[in-house]
């Protein structure tokens, strides 16, 4: 099931993606699951070469196609985790979705909040990795990248 890495893209660049899409999984609808899963897949098959310790199961784009198409989009989004991600997922009353992720080799706890399950543990995921990536490889989140509420909406900078 697994593949090589394919060529990653700078640092940076996957550092800022890696940022836009967790915003995008926070303020996604359960339409937007599929979508996610996809490039959830995408992102981690890009990632940094220093970050291989935490991604070191990729998945196959069939793999995971088939997944979704079969209605599988929990098991589409668990096994982009990684046999090795330790992982818990919370269902509360109000149909919102918590899942906290720990990467391989890590004791940090990472906690998302998702309108799905599966939306929950690509955050979950997304923010563990861009973590590490910001120890890892000295990155810093982009004063640039436009900010955004807790439910990934962009929202004005505030000055000062």
């Not at 060529?7 to 996957?14: I, L, M, R």
């Not at 955050?123 to 439910?151: C, F, I, N």
Request: glycine share 6%.
């Amino acid at each position: 099931m697994g593949q090589s890495r394919p060529t990653s893209v700078s640092a940076t660049v996957w550092h800022d993606h890696a940022w836009n899409f967790l915003c995008a999984c926070v303020a996604s609808t359960p339409a937007d699951v599929a979508d996610r899963i996809r490039e959830a897949n995408n992102l981690f098959r890009l990632a940094p070469e220093a970050l291989g310790v935490s991604l070191p199961h990729l998945v196959e784009e069939k793999a995971i196609e088939a997944l979704l198409s079969s209605k599988g989009s929990e098991s589409a989004a668990l096994s982009l985790l990684g046999r090795e991600t330790a992982f818990m997922v919370s269902r509360g009353m109000s149909a919102s979705n918590l899942a906290t992720v720990v990467l391989p080799g890590r004791r940090e706890e990472y906690t998302a909040k998702g309108a799905t399950l599966e939306l929950a543990l690509l955050a979950a995921k997304t923010a563990a990795l861009l973590a590490e990536a910001e120890q890892v490889l000295s990155l810093q989140h982009d004063d640039g990248l436009p900010a955004r509420d807790w439910s990934g909406r962009e929202v004005e900078k505030r000055q000062g």
